[in-house]
């Protein structure tokens, strides 16, 4: 080892990195050596984010639920960074808490919108740039909900199972590539999406997992940097835990 940090030269796309999980992976980039872009639809907390994560990124204001918004975002990074070497598709959405036959539609479909659809349009239109220079790195967030199914949660755990799947998929598509695609399944972890869900399912939560708290966003960016360097080179398609215990398989 040289001694140099970790991502130097290397660029990087954090969506949802005005907070949580996300701010946390965008922080650790800059510290290793990226240039990152931080995508969010969060404009005020945006403007806020050179000074709370000590450097300078490029902000992308944009709503992940349009197609067209996040293709013109994934060319505008392009252009400000010359390459795109590492995604990390960090945002979403908890949705309301509801049994399967009482959730509105309207949130049902917004969910997917943005945990679904935004993170296929971020995989999507982000591909291409990486495999014009032949490198990247992918790291989607899903949730142990995905694998296990919170109850009264239908439509997140829905969601993040169908990133799971498509992780896996585009995984192997471009397994003869040196792009790696990977997925994060944490168990909860406090963020602002707690603001989204009831006391009684941040307690149920809290219930299933053997280690008795929550994770931090810090335990959540090391496994992405890991994931999204290049170390990771043999993983691709897979489903990483980060569950203090919780994941059974």
């Known amino acids: 080892m040289d001694g140099a940090p970790r991502f130097e030269g290397q660029t990087a796309i954090v969506t949802g990195g005005a907070s949580g999980i996300g701010f946390a992976a965008a922080a650790r980039l800059l510290r290793e050596g990226a240039r990152v872009a931080v995508w969010d639809r969060d404009e005020q907390a945006l403007a806020a984010l050179p000074a709370r994560l000590g450097g300078a990124i490029h902000a992308e204001v944009l709503d992940l639920a349009d197609a067209a918004g996040v293709e013109r975002a994934a060319d505008a990074t392009a252009r400000a960074f010359g390459k795109v070497d590492i995604l990390v598709a960090s945002a979403g959405l908890a949705g309301p808490v509801h049994p399967t036959w009482d959730y509105p539609i309207a949130d049902w479909h917004r969910v997917f919108d943005v945990n679904v659809h935004g993170v296929f349009y971020c995989n999507r239109f982000v591909v291409p740039h ?14 142990i909900a995905g694998k296990e199914g919170n109850p009264n949660a239908s439509a997140y755990s829905a969601s993040k199972a169908a990133v799971i799947g498509l992780t896996k998929s585009l995984g192997k598509e471009l397994a003869k590539t040196e792009i790696r695609v990977n997925c994060i399944t944490p168990a909860a972890v406090r963020t602002p999406i707690f603001d989204q869900i009831t006391q009684a399912h941040i307690d149920f939560m809290l219930s299933r997992i053997p280690l008795g708290r929550f994770g931090t966003t810090e335990e959540i960016a090391a496994l992405i940097c890991w994931l999204a360097s290049p170390e990771a080179s043999f993983s691709t398609g897979a489903v990483f835990d980060c569950s203090g215990g919780r994941a059974t398989y």
Do not use: D
Not at 131 to 143: E, F, K, L, P, Q
């Open 130 to 143: 990486m495999m014009a220079h032949g490198y990247g790195r992918i790291v989607n967030i899903a949730s």
